[in-house]
């Protein structure tokens, strides 16, 4: 009991602490702003519980499904503790070039008030905005820390102890995807500083998420009966439904992430939608041609292509632009998810690299391309003035190589812990009776 009370006793100032500080610059706050971020904020976490965990589970066998989902789901719960407590502070504090600082540990001080200024988009643009308070930035990107490791369970569907599953996912959101946010959103970030463009979240969220589920598959090996069993989905209906959930929660995703309701939230929105249907069409179509037959889950797969490609450059391109990125993502990422990975023969189970590290790649080396002036115009971009180039893609091949090495290594690190301490994986028999009765006592229908 007594040492029950010196811990009390400890954490109780810490929490005291994380008293906000409002007021002092409650007149920067813009109602329509914060009105819009709010609902933004609403979408993305419906991209995870339930899109993702609908998208996920609909392409999953019957005895997986309710494992699948709870993965989503439990993501979702822990991440939110683990933002709230040093994941917010690593990310989006001053720091250093590659870390954070512990300003915010427990949200520490947040209101209304900002202590420094925050990097719109990072590099190309230096818009600095306070026009919301900052409980607010830090709920929207709360939502994009839990999508980002959910994204990775795609990967490893059927196999994974959802014992290590909560371990390894709670680790790499403080060891990668919270100091990568920094080096790319952070205004002292390494990534900002060099001039890397994601509008986004192309090398935050998707190539990171797509390298880990790589490294994940590979170092948990294939599903029992990988290449012999029938693995179809169970329920394609399920994985419609997911998929346009993450359809429309990407509007927030992308025209979100421009932190005000006005021109360039349009612009991202418009961008979004275009590349999308692009890529369904373009996928659908590359499906077609290749096995005579266009697929349900071709064209949902495709529109998740297109909406992961976009994603850096949304706030940093034309309408013309993001046809282009989206015909090209629907192409390579169906190439990627079928041709490339049956020559390798690595078992990603839900196409989390082929098609949102794949993706990402295309659409944070597109962004190099295509960006343009009058989107991110500044005083030293005026308007007009095209920014895309060689010198801009030498950065977005910088920020592209630097988060495949990180967040390769690093995941590969935690695996080999996590596995020393509770194991990565069940049993071949567990396996073959379904996680859901296995893991959690019980069954769909």
Request: net charge neutral.
């Amino acid at each position: 009991m007594r040492n029950l009370l010196r811990r009390a006793a400890w954490v109780l100032p810490m929490l005291l602490a994380s008293a906000p500080a409002f007021a002092e610059e409650a007149a920067k706050v813009d109602s329509g702003d914060t009105a819009w971020m709010l609902t933004s904020t609403a979408l993305v976490l419906l991209m995870t519980v339930p899109g993702v965990a609908l998208f996920y589970g609909g392409m999953v066998r019957k005895k997986t499904v309710l494992a699948t989902m709870m993965q989503s789901f439990m993501i979702t719960a822990l991440i939110t503790v683990v933002w709230m407590v040093a994941g917010y502070s690593i990310a989006f504090t001053n720091g250093n070039a590659y870390f954070g600082d512990f300003s915010r540990f427990l949200l520490s001080g947040i209101g209304d008030k900002w202590d420094q200024p925050f990097v719109l988009g990072a590099g190309t643009d230096a818009a600095v905005t306070n026009t919301i308070p900052e409980t607010v930035f830090m709920m929207f990107q709360m939502t994009f820390a839990i999508i980002t490791p959910a994204l990775i369970t795609g990967a490893v569907a059927d196999r994974m102890k959802f014992s290590a599953m909560c371990v390894f996912m709670v680790l790499w959101s403080l060891l990668v995807y919270a100091p990568i946010a920094h080096w790319v959103w952070a205004p002292t970030g390494w990534l900002a500083a060099l001039g890397a463009a994601d509008f986004a979240g192309g090398t935050v969220v998707h190539i990171n998420a797509g390298v880990a589920g790589l490294v994940c598959c590979l170092v948990l090996g294939k599903r029992v009966g990988y290449g012999q069993d029938n693995m179809a989905p169970h329920n394609l209906a399920f994985a419609v439904i997911g998929a346009s959930l993450l359809w429309v929660g990407w509007f927030g995703f992308n025209a979100g992430s421009a932190l005000s309701a006005g021109g360039r939230a349009g612009m991202a929105m418009a961008a979004t939608q275009i590349a999308t249907g692009a890529a369904a069409v373009s996928w659908t179509f590359a499906e077609w041609i290749a096995k005579g037959k266009p697929s349900v889950l071709g064209a949902i797969s495709g529109a998740v292509a297109g909406l992961v490609a976009i994603t850096p450059a949304s706030g940093f391109v034309l309408p013309g632009p993001a046809l282009i990125i989206g015909i090209l993502a629907g192409v390579i990422c169906y190439w990627a998810a079928t041709t490339v990975k049956h020559l390798l023969g690595y078992d990603d189970s839900l196409d989390a690299f082929g098609v949102h590290g794949v993706g990402g790649i295309v659409g944070a080396l597109l962004t190099g391309v295509f960006a343009y002036g009058p989107l991110s115009a500044d005083k030293d971009h005026p308007a007009g003035i095209y920014i895309g180039g060689l010198e801009q893609f030498g950065h977005q091949l910088v920020a592209v190589a630097a988060t495949l090495v990180y967040t390769a290594i690093v995941t590969f690190i935690l695996l080999l812990i996590v596995n020393a301490i509770i194991g990565l994986r069940v049993s071949q028999e567990e396996e073959r009776e379904g996680l859901d009765v296995v893991l959690h006592g019980e069954r769909l229908g």
